[in-house]
């Protein structure tokens, strides 16, 4: 079985549905250190964007807050833009 960071990388593997990871290209991220984005519960029990940098960090920094969830995953990452 291929590990998680394995597969982030890996074009041709398939997550299952309930991750929802995008990795986020090297030229986005301060250090230029392979990082992604994914969906995961906050302290108070919100679903929000988090990004994990280095891609080894299992220390989120999440860039929504609230008392609401994101809702219908992650669309995408335009790199030109620097936006998810």
């Known amino acids: 079985m291929q590990s998680l960071l394995g597969c982030l990388f890996d074009i041709d593997?398939?997550?299952s549905q309930e991750q929802?990871?995008?990795r986020v290209p090297a030229s986005l991220v301060e250090g230029g250190k392979d990082a992604y984005l994914d969906i995961v519960p906050t302290k108070e029990g919100f679903n929000h964007i988090a990004l994990f940098s280095p891609a080894s960090s299992?220390?989120?920094h999440f860039?929504?807050?609230g008392k609401w969830?994101?809702?219908g995953g992650i669309q995408g990452?335009?790199?030109q833009k620097g936006i998810v």
């Open 13 to 15: 593997c398939q997550t």
């Open 20 to 22: 929802n990871i995008h």
């Open 58 to 60: 299992g220390d989120p």
């Open 63 to 65: 860039l929504t807050s």
């Open 69 to 71: 969830e994101v809702t």
């Open 77 to 79: 990452i335009d790199a």
